[in-house]
């Protein structure tokens, strides 16, 4: 069994459609994909009507969430898409990133880079727009060579001169609103540290109290010693240790399956999970 519980589809910022992501998934020999777009689960509908035979489909999202002014993302499964607090938590976020992302276009602008806000709109098409979209144009315009250049303190990584904070939620509140819609959670790559400041070992064990149920630890932004370090915190702390690629398309570099959840793992996560069951494909459209 092969089980990626981490991608990302044009739900957000991924370059596959949830159609294209699940047909990929299954061509790169999966046999569970997870869809877990950014604030979002738009991608869902598309994804279990495309859902090839032999792969089985996880629904998720991944909520942007924040403690002591660190971003850090938490990963959501099997939650009822429909319970009303936890949507409207999602929602909130997700359109809080339109004035934001309009926001970085006018900083960007004000550093003498003629990029606007209908080109970025184009690029996010209906995902729920961040900043690889941003990035995107960035590409686009020759600023840049890739995405990912353009996560520095010049232009959109924390801090830098274009960025702008979204509205992100408390990751204890996020717990709770994902429990109370019947899914299970998991802290998406916790020690993914080129991305910025990373969440203390103790706030981490403050969340496993609280009711967190894993840690992502297998991940391409954790080096070796770093997912031996998190496998053993996750063992202290009686967390479930996951493993994911985080694909996002032709935007990163990491492929489907690169990194996978271990059979075991991934079944007492559905166990857990009472808001949704894991949809099996029957050989879509
Ligand atoms: P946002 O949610 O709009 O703040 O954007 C965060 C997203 O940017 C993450 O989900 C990643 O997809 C992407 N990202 C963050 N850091 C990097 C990086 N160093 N290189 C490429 N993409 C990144
Ligand atoms: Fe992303
Ligand atoms: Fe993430
Ligand atoms: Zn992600």
Redesign the pocket.
């Known amino acids: 069994m092969r089980i990626d519980l981490h991608c990302?589809s044009t739900a957000?910022?991924g370059t596959d459609t949830p159609a294209e992501l699940v047909r990929n998934a299954a061509a790169a020999g999966l046999d569970v994909v997870a869809l877990t777009d950014?604030?979002t689960t738009r991608g869902h509908a598309e994804a279990i009507a495309a859902l090839p035979a032999g792969l089985t489909l996880v629904t998720g999202a991944?909520l942007?969430c924040r403690i002591d002014g660190i971003?850090m993302?938490m990963l959501a499964y099997l939650f009822d898409p429909e319970e009303p607090a936890l949507l409207a938590e999602r929602e909130l976020v997700r359109d809080d990133?339109v004035p934001?992302?309009r926001a970085m276009v006018a900083r960007i602008q004000e550093l003498g880079v003629p990029v606007t806000w209908e080109q970025v709109a184009r690029i996010a098409g209906d995902g729920s727009?961040?900043?690889?979209?941003?990035?995107t144009a960035l590409v686009e315009l020759g600023v840049v060579p890739t995405?990912?250049d353009?996560?520095t303190p010049d232009w959109?990584?924390d801090g830098g001169r274009a960025f702008v904070e979204?509205h992100e939620t408390d990751p204890f509140e996020a717990i709770r609103l994902i429990k109370g819609a019947g899914g299970v959670a998991v802290f998406a790559h916790p020690a993914?540290s080129?991305?910025g400041r990373t969440v203390p070992e103790s706030a981490i064990a403050k969340m496993a109290a609280a009711g967190l149920d894993g840690l992502e630890v297998d991940h391409m932004d954790h080096d070796p010693d770093t997912r031996v370090r998190l496998r053993g915190l996750a063992g202290e702390l009686g967390l479930l240790a996951t493993g994911s690629s985080?694909y996002?398309g032709s935007?990163?570099t990491v492929a489907l399956g690169e990194y996978t959840t271990d059979p075991e793992v991934y079944g007492e996560i559905t166990r857990r999970a009472t808001g949704a069951f894991p949809v099996p494909g029957t050989g879509g459209a």
């Open positions: 990302h957000s910022d950014h604030d991944e942007s971003s993302h990133r934001r992302a727009v961040g900043r690889p979209h941003v990035a995405v990912s353009a996560f959109l990584a979204k993914a080129k991305r985080d996002h935007r990163k």
